[in-house]
């Protein structure tokens, strides 16, 4: 009887994998998917009306369009900035990488069962180069591609503590890295102060 259930598990299971499947098979004007990703962590709660200090940690050319870029979006959340040494330090640094040192979770997914180990699945929410829920079915030649890469820490200048920290990635699609670069500061710092796991986007 246990034998049948776990296999009676997996059929519903795969069943409702398969629709998933089809779910991102769907055509690309239903289902596009997208080049970029987020994942931010709060480690502690932001403090109300402390003074935001926007820093690269280069200042290229591109580091400091990202900067007003930065502070623009901050002052419209209604965020105090200005440069100060105390208050809040926004530190961010960019490099663009492979698109293979983008963390990546496992396949689309896989269920299996067994009389003693019970039902197993496991799903791909997001990825750019493996097919997944969000990101939708990937072109195979996915790995190799460039990707401008964001990271940001927010520190408390008097203790030294992080807040919080995050992590944008970006496919370079049409290689106009300044573009994709500018358009992934808003979705990134409307993150300020919350924890999200490889979160989808689209630079405009």
Do not use: C
Not at 103 to 112: D, F, H, K, R
Not at 188 to 201: I, M, R
Request: hydrophobic share 40%.
């Amino acid at each position: 009887m246990k034998a049948a259930a776990a296999i009676f598990k997996t059929m519903a299971l795969a069943t409702w994998m398969l629709g998933v499947s089809a779910f991102i098979a769907a055509p690309a004007s239903a289902q596009a998917a997208a080049p970029g990703m987020l994942t931010t962590q709060a480690l502690k709660g932001l403090p109300q009306g402390e003074t935001i200090t926007v820093a690269p940690y280069d200042d290229s050319d591109l580091n400091l369009k990202l900067k007003a870029e930065i502070e623009t979006v901050l002052k419209g959340q209604e965020h105090e900035v200005a440069e100060a040494k105390t208050g809040l330090l926004l530190l961010f640094e960019t490099k663009v990488i492979s698109s293979d040192q983008v963390p990546q979770g496992p396949n689309l997914g896989s269920a299996q069962a067994g009389t003693t180990t019970g039902v197993e699945v496991n799903v791909n929410v997001w990825s750019t180069t493996q097919d997944s829920v969000l990101g939708g079915r990937q072109d195979r030649s996915g790995p190799g591609t460039n990707v401008f890469h964001i990271n940001a820490v927010l520190r408390d200048q008097a203790s030294g503590e992080v807040l919080w920290q995050g992590d944008a990635y970006h496919a370079l699609v049409s290689g106009d890295t300044e573009r994709i670069a500018m358009g992934m500061i808003p979705p990134l710092v409307e993150k300020l102060g919350e924890s999200t796991s490889h979160e989808p986007f689209q630079a405009p």
